[in-house]
């Protein structure tokens, strides 16, 4: 039997961590809900941090929240729309400049999180119509490799969400904001 994270009467996926006890569908609604549970984390960090702390870094390797935030954007739209499904992206790396994470001036954290939020509700289309055995397409985002599965790139993002919420949470604390789960 296979477990995740409850969603709340407003579709935003509950405060609590996925626990193994609460039972779900499939393996897929498994990724589903710790991609949901952990997109929701970075949000409320981010929203719970001073205007002034979600633009700046206080960490020696230089990013921002507000660049976290657009990175994991691009991030799910690397891995599941240019990757998996092979569709032609514009941009894909545009969540950097010179070889840095970089937000705009004219980008908002308000913007940058309801982005966030609205490429997680596309990344759970793409996971719900597709086996987690599916083989991506190929194309330019595996620079001439095979392809991986859903599955696997599924795994990759939870890995990137669950070491990214780590490092928000000592910028949080480092900031007065809040921490933990």
Same mark, same amino acid.
């Given at each position: 039997?296979?477990?995740?994270?409850?969603?709340?009467?407003?579709?935003?996926?509950?405060?609590?961590?996925?626990?193994?006890t609460l039972a779900v569908?499939?393996?897929? +609604?498994?990724?589903?809900?710790? =991609?949901?549970?952990?997109? /929701?984390?970075?949000?409320?960090?981010? #929203?719970?941090? %001073? *205007?002034?702390?979600?633009?700046?870094?206080?960490?020696?390797?230089?990013?921002?929240?507000?660049?976290?935030?657009?990175?994991?954007?691009?991030?799910?739209?690397?891995?599941?729309?240019?990757?998996?499904?092979?569709?032609?992206?514009?941009?894909?790396?545009?969540?950097?400049?010179?070889?840095?994470?970089?937000?705009?001036?004219? +980008?908002?954290?308000?913007?940058? =999180?309801?982005?966030?939020? /609205?490429?997680?509700?596309?990344?759970? #289309?793409?996971? %719900? *119509?597709?086996?987690?055995?599916?083989?991506?397409?190929?194309?330019?985002?595996?620079?001439?490799?095979?392809?991986?599965?859903?599955?696997?790139?599924?795994?990759?993002?939870?890995?990137?969400?669950?070491?990214?919420?780590?490092?928000?949470?000592?910028?949080?604390?480092?900031?007065?904001?809040?921490?933990?789960?």
């Open positions: 039997m296979l477990y995740v994270a409850l969603k709340a009467d407003d579709g935003r996926m509950s405060e609590r961590f996925p626990s193994p569908s499939s393996r897929a +609604e498994v990724f589903i809900g710790y =991609l949901d549970y952990f997109r /929701a984390q970075i949000v409320a960090k981010v #929203e719970g941090l %001073a *205007a002034a702390d979600q633009c700046r870094s206080t960490l020696p390797s230089g990013w921002s929240p507000l660049e976290l935030v657009k990175h994991l954007t691009f991030v799910e739209l690397r891995w599941l729309e240019w990757g998996f499904e092979g569709r032609p992206v514009d941009d894909p790396w545009g969540d950097q400049r010179d070889a840095r994470w970089y937000v705009a001036p004219d +980008e908002t954290a308000g913007q940058l =999180l309801a982005t966030l939020t /609205a490429r997680g509700a596309h990344s759970r #289309e793409i996971i %719900a *119509a597709h086996d987690l055995a599916d083989i991506g397409q190929p194309g330019p985002r595996w620079d001439g490799g095979e392809p991986p599965t859903l599955e696997r790139i599924l795994f990759h993002l939870l890995q990137e969400y669950a070491r990214h919420l780590g490092h928000l949470d000592v910028v949080a604390e480092l900031a007065g904001g809040p921490v933990g789960e």
